[in-house]
């Protein structure tokens, strides 16, 4: 198993402050005869003194507030979560293990424990991925690798239905993952603004992939964590429609940040939970696990 010795990255705000001088200088020449025009053009010299030193301060203050641009915004969350070269050496491979809630439409609910397994490529099209999944009546995998995906029950390899196809690239596509390694991937990202929400300071962000699609960004102007994402959708040929997924629980594994919760709602309705038990980076994951038993 792959060891680190990094802290866990600490991410500091720095302050800019401006001084200023205030250039004040006058001549009071005393004459009985006009004392009362020398004191009305003190007071409006005063006054316009004052005045330009507000606009000179606004000034600087505008000058000194500098809007964050979207790829600061971007590479400062790459940072928090444990930076580029960090990432790309502590989470080139790993194990993940938890549980998945799913809350049907009928209002069942259905429970299943899980096992990822993944070795990380120069891109996410360039990933190997594979999913155990474990529930009372059936165990199956989906498996990633060489940008196609296929499913793999009792040793014999099957293709996916539609729904679960899509559902799982959905995870793959709109994720915490495709902001860290949106320049490996050659995705592009926009600033769309700052904003306040339920009582947070917030930077919302686009990233466009490759293939055009969108992700909305909420993240924290204050720890610069991913709290939601959102996007929309459209599966198995239906209108397209809204998605988000929301991240808590966050804790450091090996000198990354994960959260150990994820929320799944669509159209504001919750549909999954998933729970990370245990996540162990930098072990080795035997390729054979990514092969297609039917190639």
Do not use: C
């Not at 860290?180 to 990233?207: F, S």
């Not at 599966?235 to 959260?259: E, W």
Request: charged residues 25%; proline residues 3%; hydrophobic residues 35%.
């Amino acid at each position: 198993m792959l060891r680190s010795f990094l802290a866990p990255p600490v991410f500091s705000a720095l302050l800019l402050a401006g001084t200023w001088s205030v250039l004040t200088g006058s001549s009071m020449v005393a004459n009985q005869n006009n004392q009362s025009n020398q004191n009305n053009k003190s007071n409006t010299n005063a006054a316009s003194n004052q005045n330009t030193q507000k606009n000179e301060k606004n000034e600087k203050v505008d000058r000194n507030q500098k809007a964050m641009t979207s790829e600061q915004v971007a590479e400062l969350t790459v940072l928090v979560y444990g930076s580029r070269p960090v990432l790309a050496q502590i989470r080139r491979n790993g194990v993940e293990r938890g549980r998945i809630t799913r809350f049907i439409s009928d209002g069942k609910i259905e429970e299943a424990t899980y096992e990822r397994r993944f070795v990380r490529g120069e891109s996410a099209d360039k990933d190997k991925i594979r999913l155990d999944q474990k529930m009372p009546t059936m165990e199956y995998s989906l498996i990633f690798g060489e940008g196609r995906l296929w499913g793999v029950i009792n040793g014999a390899a099957f293709t996916p239905r539609q729904e679960a196809a899509e559902a799982f690239l959905s995870q793959l596509n709109h994720s915490i993952e495709g902001l860290l390694r949106y320049k490996e991937n050659g995705a592009t990202v926009n600033l769309v603004g700052k904003d306040k929400q339920k009582g947070l300071d917030l930077y919302i962000l686009d990233l466009t992939d490759k293939e055009k699609r969108t992700t909305r960004y909420y993240i924290s102007a204050r720890t610069f964590r991913i709290l939601w994402l959102e996007y929309e959708e459209a599966n198995s040929g239906s209108a397209p429609q809204k998605y988000s997924k929301k991240f808590s629980d966050y804790r450091y594994a090996q000198s990354t940040l994960v959260p150990y919760r994820t929320v799944l709602m669509q159209e504001g309705k919750e549909t999954q939970e998933i729970r990370i038990l245990t996540v162990t980076f930098g072990v080795k994951v035997d390729d054979a696990l990514f092969k297609n038993p039917q190639v």
